[in-house]
């Protein structure tokens, strides 16, 4: 419970202490009612599949390049990896927006309306689910 990229999300926007910005994080994301639309978020798979999709993409151009079986599937394991880490920077972003809504919603929707209005209506959706 307390070991999750929200927590760390907190330390990194408010600077505050892991196991108090732990505890407080996770409070906060139950008392907000975004759990749900949390443990719903497609950001995981959506992102492994780009990583997997990329690497296969570049070891098929390697692969024709070369025309070496070997050489694709080493090009197809780097590439996916080199990709995995820069779509760790984007499931970062999506993270922090989590966190800094859970914490400031009014923020949010002063700087991004459209944003702030997606994520409340997928909420109002997901909150009827929650209560039955």
Request: charged share 10%; aromatic share 8%; glycine share 6%.
């Amino acid at each position: 419970e307390h070991f999750n990229p929200y927590a760390f999300a907190h330390v990194a926007i408010y600077g505050k202490p892991y196991l108090y910005a732990a505890a407080e994080t996770l409070q906060l994301i139950r008392q907000c009612g975004i759990t749900t639309v949390i443990n719903d978020s497609l950001i995981n798979p959506l992102l492994l599949m780009v990583s997997i999709v990329g690497g296969f993409i570049i070891g098929s151009m390697v692969a024709l390049a070369t025309m070496h079986v070997p050489t694709f599937l080493c090009a197809w394991m780097v590439s996916s990896a080199v990709i995995g880490v820069i779509m760790s920077v984007l499931h970062s972003a999506v993270v922090a927006v989590f966190v800094c809504f859970a914490e400031e919603p009014d923020t949010l929707r002063l700087t991004n309306p459209d944003l702030h209005q997606r994520i409340t209506h997928v909420m109002a959706g997901l909150g009827d689910d929650e209560e039955g």
